[in-house]
């Protein structure tokens, strides 16, 4: 992620204190949060609650991110709730006559295995899961909270001898510095277009559809992916919102076929049914 602004890193630092996360000698927060609540997690612990009032795992994630593994396990009611909190934006806590707001804009990351005994699809290990099992445990995931999930990427496990190769990927400084420059890319653009926010994220429906238009080949690889793969709207709507920012990452202007190709590609799959 990109170093925080100024202003961030003051909205970041008074939501920990209150939080009780920083001692006395420290300043300004300088690193984005990065929270990782067990499943086990109450809903006052996840959104914000208590007396005297503090912010929950979301809001202490704002700016950053909040990683939840083993969805499944999460009580439904508190996904439930976190859904309408990330839809909002902030977290709302109501104390008798006392109202609080806390912000709660962090980058949600979600992980689960396929199915319950975690060999579904795996090469080498047979997965011992009914169909019934296999059922139950995707519906746990389709719940409220994946209406927030912009993109899937499965990860297949990784050979032993892999481990150990000298084969090395792509450096966090490289990536962080392509992550700037398409930030860059799109405060101009929100300059240029007059627009409210310059995140890719945070575009109402009527931006994106202006911002994010494909060239005429693109529309076209949209039009064929909705209807061979029977996207909804809200899918759709992801794939646009995705394939604008995989463009902005490529230094384009202009959304192109790849772009949406490989939009579609990371589609939330559990979201079509």
Sequence with gaps: ????????????????????????EQGLATN?????????????????????????????????????????EFRRSSLALLETTLAQGEAVV???QNRTVFPARP??????????????????????CSVEQIRRHRERVRGPLFEQVDMQIVVPP????????KAKGENSETVRNRVVAAR????????RQKVASSLNTALNDRELERIAAPDA?????????????????SLRTKVLRVARTI?????????????VAEAVLLAPVFARG
């Design 1 to 24: 992620m990109p170093p925080m602004s100024v202003d961030e890193a003051l909205e970041v630092t008074s939501i920990h204190s209150v939080a009780g996360l920083l001692n006395s």
């Design 32 to 72: 984005r949060p990065f929270r990782a609540p067990h499943h086990s997690v109450a809903p006052a612990g996840l959104v914000g609650g208590g007396e005297p009032v503090r912010p929950g795992e979301v809001s202490q994630a704002h700016g950053g991110v909040l990683f939840l593994d083993e969805l499944p």
């Design 94 to 96: 109501i104390r008798g």
């Design 107 to 128: 980058l949600l990351v979600l992980a689960t295995h396929a199915c319950p005994c975690g060999f579904y699809g795996d090469a080498k290990r047979r997965c011992t």
């Design 158 to 165: 990784v050979d032993v001898a892999q481990l150990g190769g």
């Design 184 to 191: 860059t890319i799109q405060h101009a653009r929100a300059a």
């Design 217 to 233: 080949q693109g529309k076209r690889t949209l039009e064929q992916a909705v209807e061979r793969l029977g996207l909804s709207a």
């Design 247 to 259: 463009a902005d990452l490529d230094g384009s202007e202009v959304i192109r076929a790849p772009h």
